[in-house]
């Protein structure tokens, strides 16, 4: 009776994988457990990990480190998150690096600041983040020393992100609409967990949380500069072909191009996307309420 249970749990398990798989387009053949570094990469591409984790100058090692990013708060350092044993994740475990994505803690206990998106990579399928975690691992070794945070007081003290998580921070997966379609529940887990574009479109509060009712209105950005609204205020003016040709090309239909910060997510992680990806993300843009511009 006992390996009945437990053969019948196995399958349970298996099922709900399968159909998590499913609604958010996973070929169910990748529920795995050692993780598929191929299809990591792309998933990386997907989440942008490039961007802040490498320096912006040229032949800069990618997933080194160093990449600066100015905030009210004080300038944070992208850290080195190749293999390299004393200066990279090397000596993590995959348990380590489900923790930080999960729930923004380092290996030694201490809160991760809340400019690494964990709010929004909380909300990563465990085969991706399995996947990603593959990925990381088969990059190259880099030797490139993490720089220190330059952060106003006392915004430096890691253990008063625990209060602000207390607010602003609540883990968990990803939950598929039912009532929606296998496009939609597609379209928000990019939008909301792996490309985390609330983050950055999202306005602020004084303490640095999101206004969640205010999700992808656009404002400002964490470097201070402005960011676009998301919701389809402004992407009405669109139509499908011209904001595809945007994400891809980078160029708007009357020839011009989008900041530097967008330019390098179109660079790096839109024109990457696979055509379904693509038109999902889209199709669950253009779903959204329409929300008014930030004021300032």
């Not at 053969?7 to 298996?14: D, M, P």
């Not at 843009?285 to 008014?292: I, K, N, Q, T």
């Amino acid at each position: 009776m006992r390996n009945i249970r437990r053969t019948i749990a196995v399958l349970r398990r298996a099922l709900q994988a399968g159909v998590l798989a499913l609604l958010l387009g996973t070929p169910v053949g990748n529920v795995h457990a050692r993780g598929d570094a191929k299809r990591g990469e792309y998933l990386a591409k997907a989440a942008g990990c490039v961007g802040c984790h490498t320096q912006e100058k040229k032949d800069a090692v990618p997933y080194s480190g160093g990449r600066a990013l100015k905030t009210p708060f004080g300038t944070f350092y992208g850290p080195n998150i190749s293999p390299d044993p004393v200066v990279g994740i090397g000596r993590w475990t995959e348990a380590d690096f489900m923790r930080a994505m999960r729930h923004g803690v380092r290996p030694d206990g201490a809160n991760y600041f809340p400019v690494f998106p964990y709010p929004s990579f909380t909300q990563i399928a465990d085969i991706d983040l399995r996947d990603l975690w593959a990925y990381l691992r088969a990059l190259a070794p880099s030797n490139r020393a993490n720089q220190e945070h330059d952060l106003r007081f006392p915004f430096g003290w890691r253990f008063l992100v625990t209060a602000w998580k207390w607010f602003f921070f609540t883990p968990g997966h990803f939950e598929a609409d039912a009532k929606s379609s296998p496009t939609l529940n597609r379209g928000a887990y990019l939008v909301q967990a792996l490309g985390h574009c609330g983050e950055c479109h999202t306005p602020r509060n004084l303490l640095g949380g999101p206004k969640r009712d205010r999700f992808l209105a656009g404002g400002k950005g964490p470097d201070g500069k402005g960011v676009p609204n998301l919701t389809p205020t402004k992407l009405k003016k669109l139509i499908d072909t011209e904001l595809k040709d945007f994400l891809v090309s980078g160029t708007t239909p009357d020839g011009d191009v989008p900041a530097e910060a967008m330019g390098e997510v179109i660079r790096n992680t839109t024109s990457q996307l696979t055509p379904e990806d693509l038109a999902a993300l889209m199709a669950y843009l253009r779903s959204l309420a329409p929300l008014a511009d930030e004021s300032h």
